[in-house]
């Protein structure tokens, strides 16, 4: 009776330490993987020399060692040792579009959100902003603009590193936030953005009607001055991530020339880019897998609650864009006084309150609950909201002052002009007066003198 009692035992013991296994396997001892594009990486530690990372190298990140100061901490630990797999052909990826931008959705979609993991993990938002963001943040979704986007997403190889043993990580010297490069992938991911902004927005709605298909920026942008004419403003965003770049242009109506031009290039420096890559003269990095030199550690673990987290994003979007609005009002401030720019440092004040207490959630973003998430989107929505509609009645007020204004100086040109017409009158009845009044010759004197 006693061994069956221990070989039951025992089998509950092996049970139970499977069940363990398994968990450790499944959960916290699995490899998790943070996927980041590296651009959005690189841009955060400029400072660095030789910033591009090699396969199996530690990452850098950052951390707030103090409100508004961020420290960069370098990782000093060795690459993680391994096999590099020989990249295949199928690995090679070309993803060439044209697509039309209707909302900072669709730049989440084709250009790609910045996880929130990465965020937190390599505290990417102590120094920056997302890229989709920044893009979003100085684009005008509105019925006046029609907005086009050539995104070209062209992937050469990847780079793979297969662990002699998940389990060798190192174990010594860190802080448990080291992340080490699994896999790397090589090629460019090229973007052209043309926003049209027009006067009438049934013009915009034109285009948004068309049904023309080209991938060239340059076709498009002709197509537009076919269909509505020339913009009154254009805007251009150029990003390359296998050149570092990224830039914004302006340009006001009779600039078209100058548009054609510019596009033209930016068509030119894409195919060379490509073209080098392709034939092995650059092998500029895209992508980066991390993975975690610690197996213990579940700091990657998926907390990011992608849809809490996009309408997070959609909030800061719009957040930026009223600051930007903001601006707009108090020039117009300084050139008239209103009621409305009474208001003006008091919105000013709230949206930067916002901005700071909405930035500083997301930064720990997976550390929060899903309650929370969901009361802080809904919260500082309802508040952007309010700060919006505030803008909108003060801009109202502009407009009506504008539509006074010109109505005030229409009167004045009209009374002027029958002003001068009352002066133009009366010098012309002068001088009539004046020719009929002048001194009549004396009549001939008949008078005959007489000789004597």
């Not at 952007?384 to 002052?401: G, P």
Request: charged share 30%; hydrophobic share 35%; glycine share 4%.
């Amino acid at each position: 009776m006693m061994d069956k009692a221990r070989v039951h035992a025992l089998i509950l013991l092996l049970n139970y330490l499977s069940l363990v296994l398994l968990t450790c396997i499944f959960y916290s001892c699995k490899a998790q993987t943070l996927n980041l594009l590296a651009f959005e990486y690189n841009r955060r530690f400029q400072e660095i020399p030789n910033l591009s990372l090699d396969i199996g190298e530690c990452a850098h990140y950052v951390e707030e060692i103090s409100p508004g100061i961020p420290l960069v901490k370098q990782c000093m630990l060795p690459p993680v040792q391994g096999q590099q797999l020989v990249p295949t052909r199928s690995y090679r990826l070309n993803d060439t579009q044209n697509i039309q931008v209707k909302s900072p959705g669709d730049i989440f979609t084709y250009i790609g959100l910045c996880d929130a993991s990465a965020v937190f993990t390599l505290g990417l938002l102590h120094r920056g902003e997302c890229i989709a963001i920044e893009i979003a943040s100085n684009l005008s979704f509105n019925k006046k603009t029609y907005i086009r986007a050539y995104i070209e997403y062209y992937r050469q190889k990847v780079d793979i590193l297969e662990l002699k043993n998940d389990f060798t990580a190192l174990l010594t010297a860190g802080h448990g936030k080291e992340l080490f490069v699994k896999n790397r992938s090589i090629g460019t991911m090229e973007i052209v953005l043309l926003e049209a902004k027009f006067h009438n927005k049934r013009l915009a709605g034109l285009l948004k009607k068309t049904r023309y298909h080209s991938l060239s920026m340059r076709d498009w942008f002709s197509h537009i001055k076919t269909v509505s004419g020339e913009p009154a403003n254009t805007k251009i965003i150029r990003l390359s991530t296998a050149n570092n770049l990224m830039e914004t242009k302006k340009f006001k109506v009779g600039q078209s020339a100058e548009v054609d031009g510019l596009l033209g290039r930016y068509e030119g420096e894409i195919l060379d880019t490509r073209t080098e890559i392709e034939r092995g003269f650059r092998e500029p990095h895209l992508n980066y897998a991390f993975q975690p030199y610690f197996a213990r550690v579940s700091s990657l673990r998926d907390g990011s609650d992608r849809v809490l987290w996009e309408r997070a994003s959609l909030a800061e979007i719009d957040i930026n864009l009223a600051m930007l609005r903001h601006r707009s009002l108090n020039r117009k401030c300084k050139r008239t006084f209103l009621p409305a720019c009474k208001l003006m440092k008091k919105v000013k004040k709230n949206i930067r309150r916002l901005k700071r207490t909405l930035d500083s959630k997301r930064r720990d973003w997976i550390t929060l609950k899903h309650s929370r998430k969901h009361q802080i989107v809904e919260a500082t929505r309802k508040e952007i909201d309010s700060l919006l509609q505030e803008q909108t009645k003060m801009n109202a007020q502009f407009r009506q002052w504008r539509r006074q204004e010109k109505i005030r100086k229409r009167a004045e040109r009209r009374s002027r002009g029958k002003k001068q017409l009352r002066r133009k009158k009366k010098k012309t009845r002068a001088r009539t007066n004046e020719a009929f009044n002048i001194t009549a010759v004396p009549p001939f004197n008949n008078t005959i003198l007489i000789s004597v």
